[in-house]
């Protein structure tokens, strides 16, 4: 990668790791959670956090004015206790749409999953990207699936440096974090050279967190958000060409 594009990428990463840029974006429902954790009057649990990551990840998906309008519909539905919701087991479970193709009944069949895990454990932190696709969100397995809503969960709760990010994620390393990929992330990550692969599969993702690397050695995830930056940018500066 060239040096001029790595500086960019560097630059805008650091201008949009920032949470004014995040007001209107799902992380904001995990974040409510995450800021009572430290014993004031909220009261919440590391539960609260992960389940309300797992549902805001999981309608992460189109204009993020309607996934926050949606993400609130299922936390009003929640009563704003998602912990409590999940193992009380009366969830709202009809075909009716929740966000665009997830129906209510695909809502509350991931939280019946939920509520068998948490009966047995107090945080999903050590299930791998496999587990949480099938155990979960109730998918196939595929080992070659990008699991962007899956990786994108994971920036959320394991990035640590207290900006856009919770870290309450405490025994995993960012090191390991990948790029979560969808189609508009892949036409960013192309268009800048970070892959030359045509499938957006693991494979592509290994690829793009590897680019990110580089710049990001103890940090690949950070390069999120120099795609974002690049996305608000629309271009680099010609003198980064």
């Known amino acids: ?15 949009y ?3 004014v840029y995040f007001q209107e974006d799902p992380i904001i429902f ?4 995450a800021s009572g954790l430290s014993g004031d009057q909220a009261g919440y649990r590391t539960a609260d956090v ?23 519909r299922a936390m009003d539905e929640m009563d704003w206790k998602p ?28 939280c019946g999953r939920l509520r068998n895990i948490y009966a047995s454990t107090d945080s999903i932190e050590g299930m791998s990207n496999s587990r949480i696709r099938t155990e979960i969100y109730g998918r196939k397995e595929d080992p070659r699936a990008p699991d ?21 994620w405490k025994h995993s390393d960012r090191k ?14 192309s268009s800048l050279g970070l892959t030359s692969r045509k499938q957006k599969d693991i494979v592509t993702v290994r690829e793009i967190t590897d680019a990110f690397r580089e710049i990001f050695p103890d940090d ?19 003198n980064a060409q």
Not at 1 to 15: C, D, F, G, P, S
Not at 54 to 62: C, E, K, R, S, T
Not at 84 to 110: C, K, P, Q
């Open 1 to 15: 990668m060239e040096t001029m594009i790595k500086e960019q990428l560097a630059e805008w990463a650091e201008k």
């Open 17 to 19: 790791n920032d949470p």
């Open 30 to 33: 995990p974040r409510h959670f």
């Open 50 to 72: 992960e389940i309300a990551a797992v549902i805001a990840a999981h309608l992460a998906w189109g204009r993020r004015s309607m996934i926050v309008r949606d993400c609130t």
């Open 83 to 110: 912990y409590d919701y999940v193992m009380n087991g009366d969830y709202r479970n009809d075909g009716s749409s929740l966000h665009r193709t997830v129906r209510w009944s695909e809502f509350a069949a991931i």
């Open 148 to 168: 962007k809503k899956i990786n994108m969960m994971r920036r959320w709760l394991v990035r640590d440096d207290g900006k856009v990010d919770l870290g309450i």
């Open 176 to 189: 390991e974090l990948l790029i979560p990929l969808d189609v508009h992330v892949y036409e960013m990550a």
């Open 220 to 238: 690949p995830c950070k390069g999120d958000f120099a795609l974002f930056g690049y996305g608000i940018a629309g271009h680099l500066p010609e």
